[in-house]
């Protein structure tokens, strides 16, 4: 579907300034309601968008004008509620508000949820290389505290008591440096399935990722 509407240099330049729904007076005077309309929809913005700029609108006495904005609206829902837009907005993690219109919503779903699944497993898979990392630098951290302790264990000016602590803190670290490395590997492990899901979904999109 070929869409006839055009934004003029004056529309443009009112399009930039009022991207979101905070209007100044002179903004709202000069608003050209239909482009207005026409950007919330092809960006996914509720009705609760125009809502926000009529109230805006009014505390300088400036009514909206609803037939042409919602007129704009739905040509832009026209660019938004497709297929491969869907996809694209799954894909980077967005959050669909239910804007599509009947007949176009099928389709904006059939992508939406495709690139949905792709962003949620690789977020498992990034959720855990970061923890798993975090892991690894404490397990890095505890061998330099135990390389430390160690060399006052066996300083000759460390006292009996200092040497019985040493000791203690020495038997606790090395623990905690065993579950450690015990988390890291189920924790590869579990990675490496997660990763496998991830390249599944990928196979199955029919669009780029």
């Avoid at 003029?8 to 979101?20: E, H, M, N, V, Y």
């Avoid at 590869?188 to 990928?202: G, I, N, S």
């Amino acid at each position: 579907m070929k869409l006839s509407y055009k934004i003029t240099p004056l529309a443009a330049s009112i399009l930039f300034a009022t991207g979101c729904a905070t209007m100044s007076e002179e903004e709202c005077r000069l608003a050209d309601w239909q482009a207005l309309g026409y950007e919330d929809g092809a960006a996914g913005r509720g009705l609760d968008y125009m809502q926000k700029r009529r109230q805006t609108c009014a505390k300088y006495h400036v009514q909206i004008n609803t037939h042409t904005y919602r007129s704009g609206r739905n040509e832009g829902l026209q660019i938004y509620c497709t297929e491969i837009h869907g996809f694209a907005e799954g894909r980077a993690g967005e959050i669909y508000n239910g804007v599509c219109p009947a007949n176009l919503e099928g389709h904006f779903l059939q992508g939406y949820n495709t690139g949905r699944a792709i962003f949620m497993t690789l977020s498992a898979v990034q959720s855990l290389e970061a923890t798993i990392h975090d892991l690894e630098l404490e397990r890095e951290s505890l061998l330099e505290d135990l390389t430390e302790k160690g060399a006052l264990l066996i300083a000759d000016e460390a006292t009996r008591e200092e040497r019985i602590h040493l000791l203690a803190e020495i038997a606790r670290l090395k623990t905690r440096h065993t579950e450690l490395g015990i988390d890291i590997d189920n924790l590869t492990f579990e990675l490496t399935q997660r990763q496998a899901e991830y390249q599944a979904v990928l196979s199955r999109s029919p669009y780029h990722p």
